[in-house]
């Protein structure tokens, strides 16, 4: 099993597009295993993009990503599932990102582009402990169509 988390930074919160861009994973057949809308602190943001503290973005993102309230959550799905979820997110640059993914289908500019999703399976579990106690993420569920998903 493998966890991506993901985060509808505060431009998709405050552009309306949190139905959107949910759909698009629940209609891809992902399973949710956490979700809550929440204000990120300014030490989760710098917890979260600790490896990027230095560059030349580090500040504006932090300000960016502190800004507005942010819907943070975490999908849950068998080996490849994280590579899958970044795939629909598409390239960090929405100007750049293929048209069908969310970035780029919705943004225009790095410094917006609506959407973090985990880049490894061990960011995808050391993400999610920055964001998430254990007791607010569901165990074991499935949805009732999974079998018209997975073979
Ligand atoms: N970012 C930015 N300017 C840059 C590079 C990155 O504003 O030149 C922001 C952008 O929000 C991006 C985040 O920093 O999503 C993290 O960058 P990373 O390279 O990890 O991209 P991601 O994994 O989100 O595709
Ligand atoms: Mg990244």
Sequence with gaps: MERALIILKPDAVQRGLIG???S?????GLRFQGLK???????????????HEGKSFFSGLITYITSAPV??????????T????????????????APGTIRG????EIGRNLIHASDSPEN??????????SE????????????????
């Design 20 to 22: 959107p861009i949910l």
């Design 24 to 28: 698009r994973l629940e209609q891809r």
């Design 37 to 51: 809308l929440i204000q990120m602190t300014k030490d989760m943001a710098c917890q979260h993009y600790a490896e």
């Design 71 to 80: 819907l943070v959550l975490v999908v849950t799905g068998k080996a490849g």
């Design 82 to 97: 994280v590579e899958l979820v970044r795939a629909m997110v598409g390239a960090t640059n929405p100007a750049k990102a």
């Design 105 to 108: 289908d919705f943004g225009l």
């Design 124 to 133: 995808g579990e050391r993400e999610t402990e920055i964001f998430f106690k």
């Design 136 to 151: 607010e993420l569901i165990g074991q569920w499935e949805r009732a169509i999974h079998i018209w998903i997975h073979e």
